[in-house]
C-alpha cells in the first residue's frame, strides 16, 4: 500500500473527500485517502439530514442554484433510495409573511425547477388535516412542499464503499503530519493515531479535503502558497424527545428571515434547527451554546402548542463550515483552490459544499484534475450506491423480502437494517438460521453479527462510531448497553492485534 505513487491522495474522510476519492477511481485514477479519525466524524455526521431543503433560494429569486440543487436531489434520490427519501413540509402561514399568493408562486417555481414525481406544492387547510395537532390553533392555512431528509453518515460510509470497490485505498484512523512536494510529487509523513505507527504516502495529485480544517491542514501541513482568508459558521441543532405526526416535517420563518426546521427523527425525537452564527474557535471546539437552545426553542414555541424544555433535549451537535472571505471566491456554498507552481505537483483545497451539492462538487473537483492526468469521463450522474438500484419508495417491499428470508428478525428490524444498507441488508445476515446464529444482543436490535459486519466491512472501531454514526442507536442505548459494546469492540481489537 505504501510502496506504490498513487495518482490522487485525499486528506479527509467526510462527505466531500469520500466522494472525490470515489469519483477519481472511478475514472481510471489510483487513490489513497486518509482520515484521521472515523469516516463522517466531523461536520458530515452533524448536518441537518435535508437533501435541498433551501426556501432561502426562493427569497433571492436564485433559480440557477435552486435548478442545481433539486437536480442532484433527483440523482441521489435515484442512486440512494435506501438513505435518501422523499419527506413533506408544511409551512405555517402567519401575518409576518410574504402574501399567500406569493408564497404560493415561490414554490410553483420551485417544483417547476425540480421537473420530478415528487408531490407538487399545494395549500393546506390546517383545520382539517392531522399535522394542526403539532400546532397553535391560530395557525389555519400552510403550504405544503416536498424535498428529501438522508442520513449523513451513512452517505458518507456507501461512498467510501464504493470507492473501495473501485480500487481506492481507504485508511482510517491515520493523520498525515506532513506533506511536501518533491518536484512532481507530494511525500506524505503517516502516523496511526491508534498506534502511533509512521510510514510515508507518495501521490502525484494532492487534495486538501479536510472541511473545517481545511485551513489549519493548509497552513500547518501542507503549506500551500495559496492563502484564501476563510470565514468560519457554526450551525448548532438539537434532538428533541417528540412524537411527530404523519411523518410530516416543518418550515419554520422567523423574523430575522431564518428558517428553522423542525424534522421527525429517531426513536420519536424531532431534529430542531439550525441556528448559525459567525465562529472563530476550532472545529472540535464547537458546541451547541445555551443561546443557540434559546434561539431555538423561542423559533420552536412561536408555532407549537408544546414549548420546548431542556429536559427535553436528548442530544445536541453543532458543526462548522470554512469558506473564503471573498464574496464571489465561492459559488453555490463551495469553492476549489488550486495551487499548481509550474514543474511542481498540484494541490487542490476544497472549501464549503453541502450535503446536497457533495456529489456535483467532487465532480468538479475531479474535473480540475483533467488539467494534470488523463481522465476518463464523469460518470456519478448515472451510477448507484452500494445497496442502491431499487426504485424510491421500495424500501418496504425489499424489507418484507428480508422479513421472509429471515422470520426470526422483527419486521422493525428488517425495516431498519433496509433503511441503513439497502439491497445489502441480507449480508448483515448471512449464515445465520436463527437468532442465536445472530450472536449477542446488545441493545435494541443490534446483534453480534451486525456489529462484526460493521467493523469487518465499514471501518467501525468504536462504540460511537456503531451507535452515532453506522446508525442512530445511541439514542436508546442506556449507559450499560453502551459499556457492553465498548468492551466487547475492546477485546475484539485486542484479538486482532498481530503478537508482539
Known amino acids: 500500500m505504501f510502496g506504490k505513487v498513487y495518482d490522487v491522495a485525499v486528506i479527509g474522510g467526510g462527505l466531500n473527500g469520500v466522494a472525490i476519492a470515489r469519483d477519481a477511481a472511478g475514472r481510471g485514477l489510483s487513490v489513497f485517502l486518509c482520515e484521521q479519525g472515523d469516516l463522517g466524524g466531523g461536520a458530515s455526521s452533524a448536518t441537518g439530514k435535508l437533501i435541498h431543503g433551501k426556501l432561502d433560494h426562493l427569497e433571492g429569486l436564485r433559480f440557477a442554484a435552486m435548478r442545481e440543487a433539486v437536480a442532484e436531489r433527483e440523482i441521489l434520490l435515484r442512486s440512494a433510495p435506501h438513505l435518501v427519501r422523499p419527506l413533506t413540509f408544511l409551512i405555517p402561514r402567519h401575518e409576518r409573511q410574504s402574501s399567500p399568493m406569493a408564497l404560493r408562486l ?289 424500501s418496504a417491499t425489499i424489507a418484507r423480502a428480508l422479513s421472509r428470508a429471515y422470520p426470526f428478525i422483527s419486521e422493525e428490524h428488517a425495516a431498519r437494517l433496509v433503511a441503513a444498507y439497502g439491497t445489502r441488508a441480507s449480508d448483515v445476515l448471512t449464515g445465520a438460521r436463527s437468532a442465536a446464529g445472530l450472536g449477542r444482543r446488545f441493545g435494541g436490535d443490534l446483534t453480534e453479527a451486525e456489529v462484526a459486519y460493521l467493523r469487518r466491512e465499514e471501518w467501525a472501531d468504536t462504540a460511537e462510531d456503531i451507535l452515532w454514526r453506522r446508525s442512530k442507536l445511541g439514542l436508546s442505548f442506556d449507559a450499560g448497553e453502551v459499556a457492553a459494546l465498548a468492551g466487547w469492540l475492546e477485546q475484539a481489537s485486542s484479538l486482532a492485534m498481530p503478537a508482539a
Open 106 to 394: 415561490g414554490l410553483f417555481a420551485y417544483d417547476h425547477a425540480a421537473r420530478c414525481s415528487l408531490p407538487a406544492a399545494r395549500m393546506v387547510d390546517l383545520e382539517v388535516e392531522s399535522a394542526a395537532a403539532s400546532l397553535q390553533p391560530h395557525f389555519t392555512v400552510a403550504f405544503a412542499y416536498s424535498d428529501c431528509f438522508a442520513d449523513d453518515s451513512r452517505l458518507v460510509i456507501h461512498n467510501a464503499l464504493d470507492a473501495r470497490a473501485r480500487g481506492a485505498t481507504i485508511s482510517t484512523r491515520l493523520r498525515c503530519t506532513v506533506a511536501e512536494r518533491d518536484g512532481g510529487q507530494w511525500r506524505l509523513a503517516m502516523e496511526s493515531t491508534v498506534t502511533g505507527e509512521r510510514s510515508v504516502v507518495s501521490a502525484q495529485i494532492l487534495v486538501n479535503a479536510a472541511g473545517a480544517m481545511v485551513g489549519e491542514v493548509r497552513d500547518h501541513v501542507v503549506h500551500a502558497t495559496s492563502q484564501e482568508r476563510l470565514r468560519l459558521t457554526r450551525s448548532a441543532w438539537l434532538v428533541v424527545r417528540r412524537e411527530m405526526r404523519d411523518e410530516v416535517a416543518y418550515a419554520l420563518p422567523n423574523a430575522d428571515g431564518r428558517i428553522v426546521y423542525a424534522l421527525p427523527y429517531e426513536a420519536g425525537t424531532m431534529l430542531l434547527g439550525p441556528a448559525v452564527t459567525p465562529y472563530a474557535g476550532t472545529a472540535a471546539s464547537a458546541r451547541v451554546e445555551p443561546a443557540d437552545v434559546a434561539y431555538l426553542a423561542d423559533v420552536t414555541d412561536q408555532y407549537f402548542h408544546t414549548p420546548v424544555d431542556d429536559s427535553d433535549i436528548v442530544q445536541t451537535f453543532a458543526s462548522v463550515r470554512a469558506l473564503p472571505m471573498e464574496p464571489g471566491e465561492a459559488r453555490g456554498g463551495r469553492a476549489i483552490a488550486v495551487d499548481a507552481p509550474s514543474r511542481m505537483a498540484p494541490l487542490l483545497s476544497v472549501f464549503g459544499g453541502s450535503l446536497t451539492l457533495h456529489r456535483r462538487l467532487a465532480e468538479e473537483v475531479v474535473d480540475r484534475m483533467g488539467k494534470f492526468r488523463q481522465l476518463a469521463p464523469a460518470w456519478t450522474e448515472s451510477a448507484i450506491l452500494p445497496g442502491g438500484g431499487f426504485p424510491p419508495g421500495g
